[in-house]
């Protein structure tokens, strides 16, 4: 989806006001586990100023993925500001504007995955799975012993249970 900013390209007191609807999906890959079965919203406006085409906006909409710690399936709430300044001719500070249309598949795609959690979790005091059995231990606690051992101290207690004959 294309926002075509021709008819304020010559006039710096009128704003654009828009509000388009995104389908990430049809982006293709590197969403990576996240999924999204409803389109983003993102609303905003796009004023021509003296330096070029100044757009601050809204995005909002949400993701499906799974807990990376006890992997049920969580939904996130995406809700951002953008703000961004185009050109016709880019530098450090601007993004490229090509004829005058700005492409918002891109920068909802771009502000969203920027946006994500790396590690995703259904609430911040998770417990994650069990190593041994794998019980989700925010259902219910399990019956395996779990002995924490120092790393550093691993070749000494081998050497102790070699001794012992164990």
Same mark, same amino acid.
């Given at each position: 989806?294309?926002?075509? =900013?021709?008819?304020?390209?010559? #006039?710096?007191?009128?704003?654009?006001?828009?509000?388009? @609807? /995104? $389908? %990430?999906?049809? !982006?293709?890959?590197?969403?990576?586990?996240?999924?999204?079965?409803?389109?983003?919203?993102?609303?905003?406006?796009?004023?021509?100023?003296?330096?070029?085409?100044?757009?601050?906006?809204?995005?909002?909409?949400?993701?499906?993925?799974?807990?990376?710690?006890?992997?049920?399936?969580?939904?996130?709430?995406?809700?951002?500001?953008?703000?961004? =300044?185009?050109?016709?001719?880019? #530098?450090?500070?601007?993004?490229?504007?090509?004829?005058? @249309? /700005? $492409? %918002?598949?891109? !920068?909802?795609?771009?502000?969203?995955?920027?946006?994500?959690?790396?590690?995703?979790?259904?609430?911040?005091?998770?417990?994650?799975?069990?190593?041994?059995?794998?019980?989700?231990?925010?259902?219910?606690?399990?019956?395996?012993?779990?002995?924490?051992?120092?790393?550093?101290?691993?070749?000494?207690?081998?050497?102790?249970?070699?001794?012992?004959?164990?």
């Amino acid at each position: 989806m294309y926002l075509d =900013l021709t008819s304020i390209k010559n #006039d710096k007191n009128v704003v654009l006001e828009f509000a388009e @609807k /995104i $389908n %990430l999906e049809t !982006l293709g890959e590197g969403f990576g586990n996240f999924t999204s079965d409803k389109p983003f919203l993102i609303t905003g406006t796009v004023q021509n100023t003296n330096d070029g085409f100044y757009l601050k906006g809204r995005i909002t909409g949400e993701v499906h993925t799974n807990c990376s710690l006890c992997l049920s399936n969580i939904e996130l709430k995406i809700d951002l500001f953008v703000e961004r =300044l185009y050109k016709l001719v880019a #530098d450090e500070d601007s993004y490229a504007l090509v004829d005058f @249309k /700005i $492409n %918002l598949d891109e !920068l909802v795609f771009e502000e969203t995955v920027l946006n994500l959690p790396l590690k995703p979790v259904c609430h911040h005091d998770c417990k994650g799975l069990c190593p041994v059995c794998g019980e989700n231990l925010n259902e219910r606690e399990c019956s395996c012993t779990q002995e924490e051992i120092d790393i550093r101290l691993l070749p000494l207690k081998q050497l102790l249970e070699k001794q012992k004959g164990v």
